[in-house]
Every structure is written in C-alpha cells, then in structure tokens.
C-alpha cells in the first residue's frame, strides 16, 4: 500500500516513536484543558506554578494524522496535542478523482466548546478515530481535511492530507454508506482524561496523584495475594523477627514492587513490550505456584530453605538466609509478585502507558508507574508492621503460626494454578486444601471433657472447612467452578447463572467483519478484551456478565470477545488498534461503528456500575 501520511499499520514501537515530537509541550507549563475535573484539579490549584509564555506547535504535531485500511473503510486516525482540539464540523473525506465513491464519515461524538472563532462547536480533543466508507477500484486517492485550534488562542488554516488507497479498503464490498450519526457524548474517557493530565500537570502533583491512584488499586483483587505473601515473608523469620525486621523487609518488597511497576511500563509504553503478559506463561505460572508449595512445605517444618554456604556467608551481613528472609530474596519475590501476580490493567497504569507511549517519555511516565506501585505498597507496609509487633516470640503459638501460613501458600498456588487449569479441578483442589486445613486444626480429633473455650472453637472451625471442603468436591465431580457456589452447577443453569455469549474474534479482519455484520443491522457492539490469566477478567465473567439485569441491557448488542491469552502477534494488532496494553479492557462500538471512547471501561466494574455506565448505549 502507496502512503503520503503516516501509516498505522507500522511496528507497534515505531507508532509509538512517532509521538516524540509531542515533547516540545513540557510537563509544567502546559494548560489544563478546559472542564476538567476530580483529583488532579484539586492538586493543580496547590502548584502555583507561573506560567511560561506559550510556544505554539507545528500543525503536524499538534494533530498526528495516521491512517488504516478496513475491508471498505478507510480509518482516519489522529492524536491530537494536550492543549489542542478539532473541529468535528471541519473533518471531511473526498475522493480526489474518478473511480472512488465516499460515503459520510462515521463522525464520533465531541465535546461542546464555547470557541473565541465559531461561537459552540464541537470539538475532539485527546484521539479520534473516524471510518470512511469506500467503494472502488485500487489505487486511489482519498482526500481528507480538518481544522484545529490551541487553547492558548491561535487557530490553524484547514489542512488537508491525501491517503493512497489500496486493495484492502478497495477489494471487497463496501460498507454501506450511511450519513454521520450525531452521537451523545459524556465526554473523553478517564484513560484520556489521565493521560492529558500526565503530559500537562506539575511533575510533582502527577507522582502525587499516581501515588494516590495507588492506594485506591491496593484495595482490588489483584493485590490481595501480595498481602499473604509478604506476612509469611515475616513469618518465616522465626522467633526472632522484630518490628524494625519487619518493616525493612516490607519496605525492601514493596520498592521492588513499585520498580517492577515501573521498569514493566516503560517497556509496554516505549516498545510495546507487555512483561507482565510474557510472564503468564503456563509454564511460568506453574513454577511460580510451585515455588509457593515449597514455601508451604518449608512452614509445616519438612525442610529449611538455605542458600548454599559460600553466598549465605556473603549475604550473611543482610539477613539470614532463610525461608525467604534475606533481603535479596525479598527484593526479588516483590518483582515477580508485581509481574505476575497482578498483571490486569487499571486506569491509571492505562494512562500512564498511553503517556510513555505517545510521548516517548520514559521518565515522568515512569516515574508515575513507581509511585503508584508505592502507593498500592503502603498498606502493606502497616500488614508488615502488625505482623512483627504482634507474632509470638517463641514457642508453641509461634509454630502454630507457621503452620497456619504453610496452608495460606498452598492456597497462594492454587490460586496461581486456577489461571491456567479448568474450573473443577482448581474447585477440585480448594476442596482438598479445606479438608486438609480441617484435619489439622482437629476435625476428626476427640476433644477431652476439660478442654477449653479455644479449642473448641477451633474444633468446630475445622468441622466447618471440613464440611465445605466436601462440598467443593461434590460440586467439582458436577462441573462446578465456583468456590463461592460450589453446588450452582447442580440448580439447572438459571438465567441469571449463564454466562453471555460472546462472538470469538481472532484476528482483525474478523472483528472488522463482525463489526459491518452488526452495522448492517443497526445494532451496537460491545468488544470484550479477556484472557486467561486476568484475574479482573475471570472477576467481570463471574460477577457482571453473569447478571440478569446486564444479559437484559445487552440483549440487543452484538457481543464480541478478543481473547489475549496467547499474546499473539494476531492479539497485539488488535490490542494496538485501539492503544491497549492488555485486558481488562471493554470498548463500544454504534450502529455507524464508529467507536465510543467515553464507554471505554478498563478495570472491573460491578454490575450496578457496569449498568449506570452503559446508560448512553440505549440512545444509539
């Protein structure tokens, strides 16, 4: 395919290099866009920042155009500079000759402006995709214009690029051409929203915010196994573990962490790299449970965890070299816990990688992505602190302790393991684990007549694990997959228990195919990216999309899902169409297919939320 504008089919990295020329804004001086709101507004006003006179940018580098071809679409795409916007009205498509029909844009929805040239219009600002469709013979040119203005009051003459069409867009059949459908927008999506303020906040407040992003992410799910892990991090030193022990050994896990963090989202950002999704590989994830079996097996007394003599004797001026204890060892279980135990993606780690990667700046993205890891640390720095303050010093209660942290690991692995085994056998295996802990608290053991008020709590305890552990059983022999709901396999499959049923989409051309499929008969798309190793993922499948109220509201929308799983190079085309760095993520598309980035979702969402935030599909 002939270009004379920049080509989105390049590298994933090389699309990404091309946002370098966005550095000529800086970080302190650049204006806020107008209308924004929330955390980083109440941090701005603390700058006080003078502000610097501004310095205006070249047209091509306040608005990056970009194209694609889509069997009869060409795709306009441009990534406009923070502090700068399009005119929605000003955007046209012609054909520059004979031999080429155009139809309307698919204009997406804007924003309203109050603009010093044109009274209200509607303005994109942020990234804009636009679908043109196409009927004709290859080569052929296509003529698109468009008009923008800076915030700071300069406003650009029309441009107008030429786009070489080729076979792809020209050899199958056209998509109908459908005027341009006036959408309802509810303004950009938070990923946007925080990537403006990366590239336009003071460095400082940034860090601050992200910081604060990250105590908000330590209360998700994919942090909760980083808590066990590090208290039997603690645990594992024994008698001897102090509180000042305890909190250098947390600090040492949780900087290791937040450095994961960051080092894993520069990569994304910059080459397009996703280390955390390399690192869920069967494979990896299977000696990483394993390495938790062997932590377990270390705590129930069956053996001691020793490095050899000559680098114990090295590292003896650190620590102790034990059941995980010395500093090294800790500094590395925090970067793999942060690789692989929680690699979903939220909002603020999506911003900041759409940063890295449009600005080619590693440093204040980076920076953000440690400060967020700190952030999502910090609570586990108060779980280190009670852990040795308030563990027993010696004795019975301490191996008591140990062995209670012994079944937590295994549950730790099994948990690892529910990513890449089926539903009943991780069922299969929690059930196991629970029969287990019962019998060794005393299910089974006769209590004396003398025996106190502890004991017997501790008895009917292990009665209860025991009981529900035979359930899980029962409910895995029956194809059960829940642990919450061990026996729902067995009530008939109700509506509400049905998962939806989604349209599995491999490759481009079939999510393009899917998407004219469903514009052909008027009906939205919602496009489920998934794998199998998402934790947040599994949490959307179980929860949300298994509730009646969100099947109903769906049931008039074509439902597509991109499995990532693999990591493919067929799954990063697709991930890089739409500038995701891995799932979860949602996005929607209208019945004029063109995308609605204020629906954009990444993260979980519970179904009352999922609900409120769908709102605005119904009016497509």
């Not at 406009?80 to 929605?88: E, M």
């Not at 008009?147 to 003459?157: F, L, M, N, S, V």
């Not at 597509?560 to 799983?565: F, M, N, P």
Request: proline residues 7%.
């Amino acid at each position: 395919m002939d270009f004379r504008v920049r080509h989105r089919g390049l590298t994933h990295t090389a699309r990404h290099l091309a946002g370098l020329v966005l550095l000529a804004l800086g970080l302190g001086g650049a204006p806020l866009p107008a209308g924004a709101g929330g955390l980083f507004d109440a941090l701005d006003a603390l700058g006080g920042q003078p502000q610097k006179p501004p310095e205006f940018l070249p047209p091509d580098e306040a608005f990056i155009f970009s194209t694609d071809e889509a069997p009869g679409e060409a795709r306009l795409n441009w990534v406009i500079a923070p502090g700068y916007y399009l005119y929605r009205d000003k955007m046209t498509a012609v054909a520059a000759g004979e031999g080429l029909d155009v139809g309307a844009p698919r204009l997406p929805g804007g924003k309203i402006k109050a603009d010093p040239y044109f009274g209200d219009v509607e303005i994109y600002t942020g990234v804009v995709d636009v679908g043109v469709p196409v009927a004709g013979n290859a080569p052929a040119e296509l003529i698109v214009g468009y008009q923008g203005c800076a915030e700071d009051g300069i406003c650009y003459p029309p441009i107008k690029k030429t786009m070489v069409l080729g076979p792809t867009a020209l050899s199958g059949a056209a998509a109908p051409a459908m005027p341009a459908v006036p959408l309802r927008s509810t303004g950009a999506a938070p990923v946007d929203a925080i990537t403006e303020r990366l590239a336009s906040g003071a460095p400082w407040l940034t860090l601050l915010a992200f910081f604060g992003f990250g105590l908000a992410l330590s209360l998700t799910p994919c942090v909760y196994p980083m808590v066990p892990i590090l208290s039997g991090i603690i645990v594992g030193q024994g008698a001897s573990v102090t509180l000042r022990k305890s909190l250098v050994l947390s600090g040492v896990y949780v900087v290791a962490m937040a450095l994961a963090y960051a080092l894993a989202g520069v990569a994304a950002g910059l080459f397009g790299v996703n280390l955390q999704a390399a690192f869920q590989h069967p494979a990896v994830i299977a000696a990483f449970s394993a390495v938790f079996v062997l932590l377990a097996l270390a705590m129930f007394g069956l053996f001691q965890l020793r490095l050899p003599v000559g680098l114990q004797n090295r590292l003896e001026g650190l620590s102790r070299a034990r059941q995980g204890g010395s500093l090294t060892g800790v500094a590395l279980m925090g970067l793999l816990s942060a690789i692989i135990v929680g690699p979903c993606v939220a909002p603020p780690l999506a911003g900041a990688l759409a940063y890295i990667g449009a600005r080619g700046n590693p440093v204040l993205g980076g920076g953000a992505l440690f400060a967020m890891g700190l952030g999502m640390g910090t609570p586990l720095l108060l779980v280190g602190a009670s852990a040795g303050s308030l563990l027993p010093r010696a004795g019975a209660w301490m191996q008591r302790v140990q062995r209670v942290f012994g079944v937590v690991f295994l549950g730790v692995a099994i948990w690892f393991l529910e990513r890449i085994v089926p539903g009943a056998l991780a069922l299969a295996l929690w059930g196991l684990l629970l029969i287990g802990a019962a019998i060794y608290a005393g299910a089974l053991d006769r209590l004396p007549a003398e025996a106190g008020g502890g004991r017997r709590l501790g008895k009917a305890a292990g009665i209860a694990m025991l009981v529900y552990g035979a359930t899980a059983l029962v409910g895995a022999a029956g194809g059960g997959e829940d642990l919450f709901r061990p026996l729902a396999h067995y009530q008939g499959g109700k509506p509400e228990e049905t998962a939806l049923d989604f349209t599995r989409a491999r490759t481009l051309a079939e999510l393009d195919a899917e998407l004219i499929r469903a514009s052909s008969a008027g009906r939205s798309v919602m496009v489920d990216f998934y794998a199998d190793w998402c934790v947040e993922c599994k949490h959307l499948e179980k929860r949300t999309f298994r509730d009646a109220r969100v099947r109903a509201a769906l049931s008039d929308v074509t439902l597509v899902q991109i499995d990532v799983t693999a990591n493919s190079s067929a799954d990063q085309e697709i991930l890089d169409r739409y500038g995701l760095y891995g799932p979860p993520a949602i996005v929607f598309h209208g019945p004029d297919r063109a995308e609605r980035r204020d629906l954009r979702i990444i993260g979980f969402k519970s179904p009352a939320d999922f609900l409120t935030h769908i709102e605005p599909l119904a009016a497509l």
